[in-house]
Structure formats: structure tokens, C-alpha cells
């Protein structure tokens, strides 16, 4: 932000002997504007990719060594992840109600009644996944981001290491 200070700076001083400075003034608070906001983006981007892959990869098929999950649960998670945290943020300067956060789980609930079986672990995963994006995509605090998807990731963690634990007792 500094350096686009600086450039900003520099042609104000240059373009201020010919009286055009709202001009320059406009489109250099206009770019900076859309690089903060591109940033932004593709750092929360960063951050949902490498939580849900956390999640999917790490977890999911960590504790789950069926050739199943590896083939379809893996890709569905990261595909829905991505594309929960880009409706999400994407959308999330749009006036929304409560009840468009509630249709969101309605349609995946009924999904999961008109495709063919799955566990309900598998669907439990899906979940996670989708409020882990949403979550991503709507904080502007990255610490309490951090925190969060840190406490989800442990959670997740603990409770298959103890279910696998008890499992093979």
C-alpha cells in the first residue's frame, strides 16, 4: 500500500502543472481500491484451499482408507469448497436475508435424499466443508479466521483419532 502511495504521489506532483490532478486522483484511489480488495480475495482464497484441503486430505482420508473416499469424497469436498467460498464471498456485499443461508442447507439436504446412499460421516464432511468455505469467505478478521478453522481442523481430529481409537479395541 506504501509503494501505491509513493506512484500516487509521484504523478500528483508531475500532473499538477497541467490541473488534472482529480483525474489522476480518481483512478489511483479507484486501483488501489481494486488491488486491496483482489488481495483480499486471494488471500482468503489461499486460506480456504488449504483449510478444506486440511480437512479432506489430512483428516478425512487419513482416518478413512477406503478406495471410495479417495476417488469421489476427495474431489466433491475440495470442488464444494471452492465453489461455497466463491458464491460466498462473492456475494457477500449483496443485501442477504438469513433464510438464503437456511436454503443453502435445505437444497443439500434434499440432495442427500435423492442421490444414491451415502454415510452419514460422508454427509457430516460435506457440512463441515461448506461452513468451513462460508465461514472463510465472509471474515475480514484473519485471526479469528485462523482460530476458527484451527479449532474446527482439531475438533475433527480428535474425534476421529478417538472413534478410530475405541474402533479397533
Not at 483480499?40 to 483428516?59: D, M, P, Q, R
Amino acid at each position: 500500500y506504501n509503494m501505491g502511495v509513493l506512484i500516487r504521489n509521484s504523478f500528483i506532483f508531475f500532473i499538477n502543472c497541467t490541473g488534472k490532478i482529480e483525474i489522476v486522483d480518481e483512478i489511483f484511489t479507484n486501483l488501489l481500491e481494486y488491488l486491496s480488495s483482489s488481495l483480499e480475495f486471494l488471500i482468503s482464497l489461499g486460506i480456504n484451499i488449504f483449510f478444506v484441503f486440511i480437512i479432506s486430505k489430512i483428516i478425512y482420508l487419513g482416518f478413512n482408507n477406503s478406495k471410495k473416499s479417495l476417488s469421489e469424497f476427495f474431489f466433491t469436498y475440495n470442488s464444494a469448497g471452492l465453489i461455497t467460498f466463491l458464491i460466498c464471498f462473492l456475494l457477500r456485499d449483496v443485501e442477504l436475508e438469513l433464510g438464503l443461508g437456511l436454503g443453502l442447507f435445505a437444497i443439500f439436504a434434499i440432495l442427500r435424499f435423492r442421490t444414491e446412499t451415502i454415510k452419514v460421516k460422508e454427509m457430516t464432511y460435506f457440512f463441515v466443508i461448506i461452513g468451513v468455505s462460508a465461514i472463510n469467505a465472509l471474515s475480514n478478521n484473519y485471526l479469528s479466521l485462523f482460530i476458527a478453522n484451527a479449532s474446527i481442523i482439531i475438533l475433527l481430529y480428535l474425534l476421529e483419532y478417538f472413534i478410530s481409537r475405541s474402533s479397533s479395541d
